[in-house]
């Protein structure tokens, strides 16, 4: 009876385990609906099932169906949100709730890869934020935000715009702000912001449509940014969803230290345009009225931005249109004169908040012969941009997946700027060679007046000086009660405010397609990239005329007059107070830059948790197009000529130049570049890559722009920089931990070292030969998140490295002609600007309706030049937010940024006023030694600065 028995359960187990498992096997359709956590449907979220290449999208309702058995694991992911994975079991219907991520290694991302995957999954280092991330933060500029992110430095001295951004210490001759995004391609929605690298952040505004921000240092940058080895910042817009739903901020702050108003409004909405929700939309942008930290007796920016899109979701694809206008003005921040080289002082009668830009001045410049310009210093940089776009994805059946980005922009960008303050001696030749006083022969004494309060400042004795009968150059005797302010900066000097006037177009085209194939373990893509970019350019090369200001906070411009040795009086500045109107004229430039690449990836998961990927990149790249010299008005140098007004006695408007011929250039640039990663998945919450890459960079625009003669033209080299990077990776998590550590290592070779504005004895302008050098940068990165609890967690990040110049030689000028400046080696020392270490720490608290946080940021001290003349010394900064949530709706944010009001010096520029300070890198460790009290210039962070945000959603 017994064994009848257990004979009978024995059968009963073994039909029920045939019935589930073939419950289990059975094929069935699961289906369900993703939504966030806020409630809204997730359209094009993607269902995969595990360890296959099988999968679907979310329709426009965050429904979807796949075909599945019980022994299948589906995997749900979404750009931005926590990947989930469910067994199916017995279950037919699964409803998903996917959670915003913040710093999880879980997070699918979609930059500086060929497919989608979460972080875990890919060997790239990567790092992101999200809106909510980002609208804690009260940021300077777009660029801002990159401090964040390991490995990464930002120089925001001077600004909302002109920053300088690089990552692992691949930043030769990207510390000038002008070329400070040199190896770095600024992206938005997947697309280069431009493809010439001239101005960059000009056009880059994040807002409120900024819905992520997504961070490639080296790596795959080398094989999926266009000219870009360096890195990939991708910001990344909102799009509309299956619901009405939007929000308008409203920021009030005073900038400063608390004496400068800012007034800003962020507004969007968005939701869908049809009924079944296939259609949707977003809109948004800002508008914003700033004094600045550094207030010039204007607003330093003023304007706003608009962006919007239109989605389309169909069942095999999603097509995206995106159209953005800006319409911005931004001051930047010039230079500080400064004293200490180890330890930095703002000069006394001046201070952090101050400005050195022009006072409001308008009037009109000629243009060559061609023509005349209105300069304006109210519009600053005045920066424009009307674009269109279209990202497009279409499943093609069979695995087969296409992707196509395209968009055309048109921007301009005119500048009515003084772009290089220094201090400028009215003892030294210099000061009458420029403006073309020398040349002509005005001699005699010159008195400087203050044309704001009349006070006469002093005056200059400027005479030949005879000694035994003969010539033996010049001399200068100060007046007697001279009273020229900032004596302490520089004696008997004024502040050199040059009208740096530019006039940039640039329209462009550019597109980008791969198809992909996916297999059974593996995947291959094949695309191309395509461009056209072209630019026209007025200025840039020289200033169109010269004015003197009194060394102080807004600076005064000052009228100059001369009693000339002739018994005659000249009038040498305008009635605004500027010399030489026109001067000799100003270079023009128009070419186009055309580029053409194709690429090639594979990612092969030779088992299920160990991964292949490798790219290749060909890349063709021609700058066409000529620059037009220009020659000084002859009759400058009659004395009878009386300029435009016709009378000799006013020299202010005898400048001018005429356009010359045409030289034209046409130079081509191939490159092939390679990256090949391996990502090993330890267990769930661990795993490990490694990568090499071998990237190129070719010239810029720039580069070609800058040679104004035949001789120049043919010296062009364009030859592509090196960039070799070896990179590996710990990835951790476990609940409420996450860890990145990122060894790297970088090798630079074959950059220019760039050097201007030498000058001989007769006060004439050169540039000596051009000299190569090598670089190499290793160090680690360190990038996690901890939640100690539900209220309390920490986010940090840190970077510890090693740079140093293994080939470097720059020229010291003689001071007397080329011949004789002499050729210094400092091959083995530190590189400049990179420091060894970097961190940011933010601990985070939250409970209920209310929340705070700190950001701390640590920059470590830096080699101010190759030379290593001397330190820029380290600093830390503490910026502090706090927020309620009223209601669901309306929430108020409160922030400080800069709490401790430091002054971090991020730049510098020389000793011994214009043009000597130009030349950063022709200062040494002797000269700092055997002039310890010299004054030269610096540009620091922003001053403390307090904001009020109030965001309402409805």
């Not at 190569?772 to 309390?792: D, Q």
């Not at 986010?795 to 110049?805: D, G, I, L, V």
């Not at 002499?822 to 929340?851: H, I, R």
Request: glycine share 10%.
């Amino acid at each position: 009876m017994g064994n009848n028995s257990f004979t009978k359960r024995i059968f009963f187990v073994f039909l029920v385990t045939l019935i589930n498992l073939s419950v289990f096997a059975q094929q069935r359709k699961v289906t369900g609906t993703i939504n966030a956590t806020t409630g809204q449907v997730l359209v094009g979220v993607s269902v995969a099932i595990k360890g296959t290449s099988k999968g679907t999208t979310t329709d426009a309702n965050g429904k979807y169906g796949i075909e599945a058995n019980g022994n299948q694991t589906l995997v749900f992911s979404f750009v931005g949100y926590q990947s989930q994975s469910v067994q199916v079991g017995n279950r037919q219907t699964f409803d998903i709730t996917l959670s915003e991520a913040t710093e999880n290694l879980d997070e699918v991302i979609v930059t500086g890869v060929f497919d989608k995957r979460t972080k875990m999954e890919s060997s790239v280092a990567i790092s992101t934020m999200n809106a909510k991330q980002i609208s804690s933060l009260a940021i300077t500029s777009a660029a801002d935000l990159l401090k964040n992110i390991p490995g990464v430095y930002v120089n925001n001295a001077r600004g909302e715009i002109a920053n300088t951004v690089y990552s692992r210490g691949i930043a030769a001759n990207s510390i000038d702000n002008s070329s400070g995004y040199y190896y770095v391609s600024m992206q938005e929605d997947g697309l280069p912001l431009m493809n010439v690298n001239y101005g960059t952040d000009n056009y880059l505004r994040a807002d409120i449509m900024t819905e992520r921000l997504e961070a490639v240092r080296g790596g795959t940058a080398s094989i999926l940014g266009a000219n870009a080895p360096g890195g990939i910042f991708n910001y990344v817009s909102k799009t509309g969803g299956s619901t009405f739903q939007g929000e308008v901020r409203t920021k009030l702050g005073l900038e400063g230290n608390g004496k400068n108003p800012f007034y800003r409004v962020d507004a969007t909405m968005g939701g869908p345009l049809s009924k079944d929700g296939s259609w949707t939309y977003q809109v948004g942008g800002f508008y914003r009225v700033s004094d600045g930290a550094r207030y010039p007796g204007y607003a330093s920016n003023n304007g706003g931005q608009l962006r919007a899109n239109v989605v389309k979701n169909y069942k095999s694809g999603s097509l995206k249109m995106f159209v953005k206008v800006l319409d911005d003005r931004n001051a930047q921040s010039e230079f500080i004169p400064t004293q200490g080289w180890n330890n930095p002082q703002v000069m006394s009668g001046l201070s952090t908040t101050d400005s050195y830009n022009l006072p409001a001045v308008s009037l009109t410049i000629p243009i060559n012969n061609t023509g005349t310009a209105t300069f304006n210093s109210k519009d600053k940089y005045y920066n424009r941009d009307k674009t269109f776009g279209v990202n497009w994805v279409q499943d093609l059946g069979n695995d087969w997946t296409f992707k196509n980005d395209a968009k055309i922009s048109s921007k301009h960008m005119t500048g009515s700027v003084p772009a290089v303050v220094t201090p400028f001696a009215t003892d030294n030749i210099v000061f009458y060679a420029l403006p073309h006083l020398l040349q002509t022969g005005k001699l005699g004494t010159y008195t400087f007046t203050d044309k704001v309060t009349g006070q006469n400042l002093g005056t200059m004795t400027f005479v030949p000086n005879i000694i035994n009968g003969n010539f033996a150059g010049f001399k200068f005797i100060p007046g007697a009660n001279n009273n020229f302010p900032g004596a302490n900066v520089q004696q008997n000097s004024l502040f050199f405010l040059p009208l740096f006037y530019q006039d940039i177009k640039i329209d462009e085209w550019m597109n980008q397609f791969s198809f992909t194939k996916k297999l059974s373990n593996m995947s291959f893509n094949f695309g191309g990239f395509a461009a056209s970019s072209h630019v026209t350019r007025a200025g840039g090369q020289e200033d169109s005329g010269v004015g003197v200001g009194t060394i102080q906070d807004q600076p005064h411009l000052v009228d100059i007059k001369l009693n000339g040795l002739d018994g005659k009086t000249y009038q040498i500045t305008d009635p605004n107070g500027f010399m030489d109107l026109g001067r000799g004229g100003v270079t023009t430039s128009d070419a186009t830059k055309s580029q053409m690449a194709l690429f090639v990836g594979h990612n092969w998961s030779i088992t299920p948790d160990l991964n292949l990927d490798w790219g290749l990149r060909y890349e063709h790249t021609n700058y066409k197009g000529s620059n037009t010299p220009v020659t000084r008005n002859a009759n400058e140098n009659n004395p009878a000529w009386g300029g435009t007004d016709g009378n000799p006695l006013t020299v202010y408007d005898n400048g001018g130049g005429t356009a010359g011929t045409p030289l034209p250039f046409d130079k081509t640039i191939n490159t092939v570049s390679f990256s090949a990663g391996l990502n090993y998945k330890i267990n769930e919450g661990a795993a490990v890559y490694v990568r090499y890459s071998d990237g190129k960079k070719a010239p810029e625009i720039g580069q070609f722009f800058s040679a104004t003669s035949q001789f120049l033209i043919n010296s062009l080299n364009t030859d592509a920089q090196h960039i070799q990077q070896i990179e590996a990776a710990l990835k951790l998590k476990k609940n409420r931990f996450s860890l990145n550590v990122t060894p790297f290592y970088s090798y630079l070779s074959n950059v220019p070292n760039l050097q201007f504005a030498f000058q001989d004895s007769n006060g004439q302008n050169y540039n000596p030969t051009t000299q190569y050098g090598k670089y190499r940068t290793y160090g680690i990165e360190l990038e996690g998140t901890v939640a100690f609890n539900e209220n309390l967690s920490l986010r940090a990040q840190a970077t510890f490295q090693n740079s140093k110049a293994i080939e470097y030689k720059t020229w010291i000028s003689s001071g007397v002609n080329a011949s004789q400046d002499v050729l210094l080696d400092f091959s083995g020392n530190e590189t400049d600007n990179n420091a060894q270490v970097m961190f940011g720490l933010t601990p985070m608290y939250q409970k209920g309706k209310f929340n705070t946080s700190f950001n701390y940021y640590y920059m470590g001290s830096r080699q101010a030049n190759i030379p290593n003349a001397f330190k820029m010394p380290a600093f830390g900064q503490l910026d502090w937010s706090v927020g309620y949530d009223v209601n669901p709706k309306l929430r108020l944010q409160g922030n400080i940024n800069n709490v401790t009001n430091v002054y971090g010096v991020l730049g510098w520029s020389g000793p011994g006023g214009f043009p000597a300070a130009l030349n950063r890198q022709g200062f040494t460790k002797e000269y700092v030694a055997a002039n310890p009290n010299a004054v030269y210039s610096t540009q620091g962070s922003m001053p403390r600065a307090y904001f009020i945000t109030a965001s309402y959603k409805f």
